[in-house]
């Protein structure tokens, strides 16, 4: 089955960027949505934003400023960077396909990545 | 963006139990709505997609109802894995989607 994998720096100075990949298995990248989705310790989910395999994106309006993503179809690979980042960033950063059916659900995720910020 | 609201925030309840979890839209999104359960150290899994669709894999005591602007999510005869935080998310406005902000369920 499809399986996802996010890597990436642990650790981000602020002001800089965090830059992560999210590598896909077992299945193709090819004409799907997939979406960054965080989580602060201890509190709830914030989508960030989707890419097509076609490479059209859509961002949360609280992020469009600060967020990139883009796809590799060719490694099966997903991007996002975030830039200028401060204490607020410090998450668990998950990517997930967007399975569309009669709603828009996310399945599968991956395990998530923490990312912790350094002043 | 649509505000999703969960009630209550955390539940205390027995293995065999029956529980219900709330959420609420701040705009009607018809049936546009998914409930996930997230374990500790664990990414969230769906339970249920478009209000009541079980997916494969979820056990049938789980269920989902509700349209409109009010969902509710009812898990029969709790068992010692049920214990978890639970989700709910719409998808009827896709920039942004959002989620409500959890309901931790937790043993008595």
């Known amino acids: 089955q499809v399986q996802l994998q996010e890597a990436g720096p642990g650790l981000v100075k602020s002001s800089e960027t965090l830059s992560l990949t999210c590598t896909v298995s077992?299945?193709?990248?090819?004409?799907?949505?997939w979406s960054w989705i965080r989580q602060p310790a201890g509190k709830g989910l914030e989508w960030i934003g989707r890419?097509?395999?076609?490479?059209?994106?859509n961002y949360n309006p609280s992020l469009r400023t600060r967020v990139a993503m883009s796809i590799d179809t060719s490694k099966n690979e997903i991007s996002l960077s975030l830039h200028s980042v401060t204490a607020a960033d410090i998450a668990v950063y998950f990517c997930?396909?967007?399975?569309?059916?009669?709603?828009?659900?996310?399945?599968?995720w991956g395990q998530g990545t923490l990312v912790t910020v350094s002043s | 963006d649509i505000q999703m609201t969960q009630s209550p925030a955390s539940l205390s309840a027995s293995v065999g139990d029956r529980v219900t979890i709330t959420c609420r839209a701040s705009?009607?999104?018809?049936?546009?709505l998914n409930w996930y359960q997230q374990r500790p150290g664990e990414a969230p899994h769906v339970l249920i997609s478009?209000?009541?669709t079980l997916e494969t894999g979820v056990p049938s005591r789980f269920s989902g109802s509700g349209s409109g602007t009010e969902f509710t999510l009812t898990i029969n005869s709790l068992q010692p894995e049920d214990f978890a935080t639970y989700y709910c998310?719409?998808?009827?406005?896709?920039?942004?989607?959002?989620f409500g902000q959890g309901t931790k369920l937790e043993i008595k």
């Open positions: 997930a396909r967007a399975t569309i059916g009669a709603s828009v659900y996310f399945d599968p």
């Open positions: 077992g299945g193709s990248i090819s004409n799907h949505y």
């Open positions: 890419v097509h395999s076609n490479g059209l994106t």
């Open positions: 705009q009607n999104i018809r049936k546009y």
């Open positions: 478009a209000v009541s």
């Open positions: 998310q719409q998808s009827f406005s896709t920039v942004p989607y959002t």
